[in-house]
């Protein structure tokens, strides 16, 4: 985020008496840290913000200072001065949570994702950005913010998850030169790995399931999480964010790829990839998207078939390499 951009929206913020902070349906830590990043620091300036997010935030991120104070809401009655939109490439994304024209005065928003929609009055889109925590933190320092410890702590945590601990694509000297200054400042990485990466013995049950319908081709490889799955590890779905990254991990897999089964019956599949492989493109077929190394789709079919569709579609595009 550069200056005229970050005064612009400091501008806004600092004019706004109420100010309703939001990030995509089921938030990540890159959402759930730049967001209370944000709120602590407004609600120091003496603002009145709420963070309000379709789905809870996992519970992972509640050691974060006032994550209690997150709220959930299908729809949002109130209306604000102002609205910050985190990590959301079109408003759908946020789950439609309020009438976004009548209920906002100005909307900001702040993304990282390609193919943003720019339905903001501000718009701030980034793609090269390792994180939106990565840009909440120049936002700050091009305004002059000084960055407390709990600042630094949730903007720390947005990186560390988005960047999968400093090891993805996305991790430059740049992520590393902020991240050395958000420890200058005060955030603890030993203590937000340990509760962030934090496992239990429910979700490790789970991950063995997991494994045990694990199936590895030449270059890729897949598993799924079944509501059977689920029911008999009695681990939830908000621990399941790293599963992925044991199938990535696997050298000579060029594409990974998990499928969840949701409450509501739909499959939510989750891509990630390594050398240069563009998993965007292969969400996209299926109406999902993200970013070239790690993307994801909403399938409404059975698991079975969905599974199917997108492996069909993963072995023409590796063929067509
Ligand atoms: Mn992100």
Redesign the pocket.
């Known amino acids: 985020m550069n200056q005229a951009q970050s005064k612009e929206i400091g501008s806004v913020l600092l004019k706004s008496r109420s100010v309703l902070l939001t990030t995509h349906i089921n938030p ?1 830590g ?2 759930i840290g730049s967001g209370l990043a944000l709120m602590n620091e407004l609600l120091r300036r003496g603002k009145n913000v709420e963070f309000i997010n379709r789905d809870t935030a996992p519970k992972m991120y509640s050691f974060l200072p006032n994550s209690d104070k997150i709220k959930t809401a299908k729809k949002i009655t109130k209306c604000y001065d102002a609205m910050v939109v985190l ?1 959301c490439p079109d408003l759908s994304r946020n789950g439609n949570i309020l009438d976004y024209d009548r209920q906002c005065g100005k909307i900001l928003n702040i993304d ?2 390609m193919g943003n929609g720019m339905y903001g009055h501000i718009n701030v889109v980034e793609p090269k950005a390792a ?3 990565v840009q909440i933190f120049q936002l700050m320092k091009e305004l002059k913010w000084k960055i407390s410890p709990v600042v630094a702590a949730c903007l720390y945590t ?1 990186i560390v998850t ?1 960047t999968g601990s400093f090891r993805y694509s996305n991790t430059t000297p740049q992520v590393h030169r902020i991240a050395a200054e958000l420890l200058e400042l005060g955030a603890n990485p030993d203590q937000i790995c340990s509760e962030v990466y934090a496992t239990s013995k429910k979700s490790t049950r789970l991950f063995t399931e997991m494994l045990k319908v694990m199936k590895l081709e030449d270059k890729f490889g897949y598993s799924y999480l079944t509501r059977a799955m689920f029911k008999k590890t009695g681990a939830e779905e908000s621990e399941t964010d790293n599963f992925i990254n044991t199938i990535r991990s696997i050298k000579g897999i060029e594409i990974s790829i998990l499928f969840k089964e949701t409450l509501s019956g739909t499959v939510k599949a989750s891509f990630r990839s390594k050398n240069g492989t563009d998993v965007n493109l292969l969400a996209k077929k299926f109406g999902g998207g993200g970013h070239m190394h790690a993307a994801g789709c909403a399938i409404d079919k059975p698991i079975k078939t969905a599974i199917a569709m997108v492996i069909k579609e993963v072995r023409k595009y590796l063929k067509g390499k």
């Open positions: 990540d890159d959402g990590e990282h994702h994180a939106v925590g947005a988005d």
